[in-house]
T-cell receptor
Framework: GDSVTQMEGPVTLSEEAFLTINCTYT??????LFWYVQYPGEGLQLLLK?????DKGSNKGFEATYRKETTSFHLEKGSVQVSDSAVYFC????????????FGGGTRVLVKP | DAGVIQSPRHEVTEMGQEVTLRCKPI?????LFWYRQTMMRGLELLIY????????DSGMPEDRFSAKMPNASFSTLKIQPSEPRDSAVYFC????????????FGPGTRLTVT
């Protein structure tokens, strides 16, 4: 079956540092890939997405590129802020599964001033 | 749009009591999902509906859990009887079309069973 593996946290950074969160996936078909973010006390929000190989999703300074050859979708941000402290989830969805998402375990990021 | 609405936001109940969680999806969305989030197990999909019909309930933990969607604008998740291990945050999410794959989450209901 489909699965998503992402690096375990917590990841602790200083403000303006570079952030990378690794995500790899296993899928039987050709999935769409997503990053969701969950701020404290809130539900998940879609951060960015990519639907085909070599697509780059971007939003709020975050980027991730769909790498089919390495089955990866790593999240990056060049200069983090305290407000980026949250839990980040990598996810995939396959057409055969309808709109069902398969989530990774989440990575908690803490940015210190 | 108001987004996905869940009620109550917090629920504290005693073991053995019935608990009903409610969700109003975004208008026009065809899919509705119920998730449970705990520290130990992370985010788990419990059940999802398409056009008010349950499609996959394989994530429902046991017969104590049931979910209904009587119309396009309302869904309930019921636990009867509740147990302390049901304590978690329960999220409802909705999705607009089969080709979109994007899900919009509600703020969640934090359930505590004592």
């Amino acid at each position: 079956g489909d699965s998503v593996t992402q690096m375990e946290g917590p990841v602790t950074l200083s403000e303006e540092a570079f952030l990378t969160i690794n995500c790899t996936y296993t899928a039987t078909g050709y999935p769409s890939l997503f990053w969701y973010v969950q701020y404290p006390g809130e539900g998940l929000q879609l951060l960015l997405k990519a639907t085909k190989a070599d697509d780059k999703g971007s939003n709020k300074g975050f980027e991730a590129t769909y790498r089919k050859e390495t089955t990866s979708f790593h999240l990056e941000k060049g200069s983090v802020q305290v407000s980026d402290s949250a839990v980040y989830f990598c996810a995939l969805s396959e057409r055969a599964a309808g709109n069902k998402l398969t989530f990774g375990g989440g990575t908690r990021v803490l940015v210190k001033p | 749009d108001a987004g996905v609405i869940q009620s109550p936001r917090h629920e504290v109940t005693e073991m053995g009591q019935e608990v009903t969680l409610r969700c109003k999806p975004i208008s026009g969305h065809d899919y509705l999902f119920w998730y449970r989030q705990t520290m130990m197990r992370g985010l788990e999909l419990l059940i999802y509906f398409n056009n008010n019909v349950p499609i996959d309930d394989s994530g429902m933990p046991e017969d104590r859990f049931s979910a209904k969607m009587p119309n396009a604008s309302f869904s309930t998740l019921k636990i009867q009887p509740s147990e302390p291990r049901d304590s978690a945050v329960y999220f409802c999410a909705s999705s607009p079309t089969a080709s979109s794959y994007e899900q919009y989450f509600g703020p969640g209901t934090r359930l505590t069973v004592t």
